[in-house]
């Protein structure tokens, strides 16, 4: 066979067994383009997850984890003793009852003194008719005898309605309904700095112009 022969008969069987073997690079020394076959699927690296979230947080794409933040829930400041007596002095809520009866002792016992120690006033009434020592009721408590001075016979004086009285309705308010905290909780007793009833109780507390005592 001649010699280009056999050349030509061999540059065919490498082609063949090239093209076989999946194909000829781009840019051979002929100056012919080939492209390989399709690359399988299953040979690509897994995408990146984007976003993906955890219990701890947050995970970006290149794998930064952002730690959600907790915002701590603001309670709001418990509202003033003055605000709440404000509030609440409506007269037109007194028809009768309990609260007339420790509105009534309010006013008539410590109208004239600071709202804690018409307050803490208000609960020594509240704590008597509490405490089994006394009447249960607030009324049974305000109306028993020898006990405030204010009442004669079993029954209160007239008020006609001022500001003291709307404050007094206000403070009897804000006791029953356990809104503000008493300066002396759990008094029995009180009374006015000028006497000296010479009680062997314990003193609890000084608002004021009174003295508490449990």
Known sequence: MPIVSRAVNFAVIAFCAVVA??????????????????????????????????????????GTVITPVLVPTIQAPPASLSALVDRYSDDDAVAGGELNCLATAV???SKGEPLAGQLAVARVVMN???????????????KQPSQFSFVHGGGFPVVR??????????????????????????????HARHVSPRWNKRQIA??????FYR
């Open 21 to 62: 073997m999946g194909g000829i690079p781009a840019g051979t020394a002929s100056g012919a383009m080939f492209y390989p076959q399709s690359i399988p699927l299953t040979s690509l690296p897994p995408a990146p997850a984007v976003g993906t979230a955890s219990t701890d947080g947050m995970v970006t794409d290149d």
């Open 107 to 109: 006013y008539f016992e």
């Open 128 to 142: 008597r008719s509490r405490s089994g020592r006394f009447a249960s009721t607030i009324c049974g408590v305000v």
């Open 161 to 190: 309605s001022n500001s003291m009285w709307r404050k007094a309705v206000g403070v009897a308010q804000v006791a029953i309904k356990d809104l503000f905290a008493s300066p002396a909780p759990d008094a029995l007793y009180f």
């Open 206 to 211: 000084m608002v004021g112009n009174h003295l």
